[in-house]
């Protein structure tokens, strides 16, 4: 079993920042590509931004310059820095996660449970 479990979502006003943070956990042998996507009401899930294992970052064109990404590997955890945070990001957001479980030869991708992000103007 493997979980991806995310928090740091809440409320904040338009200019704030938020953190949002994703742990992988159970039976990994190992973890490939990281992210963050995004679902606001009535649209698709989109990208946020992604990270390879050696730290090869890439971003929507929506949040380059105000969102970073970034990676524990030795604690299978993937962090999103939120910053001048508008009305538009409100949305829930979700992690992903490539991983080889041990014992797999393959990788499988998991998705988090979804964290809420709600910006006021």
């Known amino acids: 079993q493997v979980q991806l479990v995310e928090s740091g979502g809440g409320s904040v006003q338009a200019g704030g920042s938020l953190r949002l943070s994703c742990g992988a956990s159970?039976?990994?042998?190992?973890?490939?590509?990281m992210g963050w996507y995004r679902q606001a009401p009535g649209k698709q899930r989109e990208l946020v931004a992604t990270?390879?294992?050696?730290?090869?970052?890439n971003y929507a064109d929506s949040v380059k310059g105000r969102f970073t990404i970034s990676r524990d590997n030795a604690k299978k955890t993937v962090y999103l820095q939120m910053n001048s945070l508008r009305p538009e990001d409100t949305a829930v957001y979700y992690c992903?996660?490539?991983?080889?479980?041990?014992?797999?030869?393959?990788?499988?991708?998991?998705w988090g449970q979804g964290t809420q992000v709600t910006v006021s103007s």
């Open positions: 992903n996660a490539d991983i080889r479980r041990i014992g797999w030869a393959t990788r499988t991708t998991y």
């Open positions: 159970g039976s990994i042998g190992s973890v490939n590509v």
């Open positions: 990270i390879t294992s050696i730290g090869i970052t």
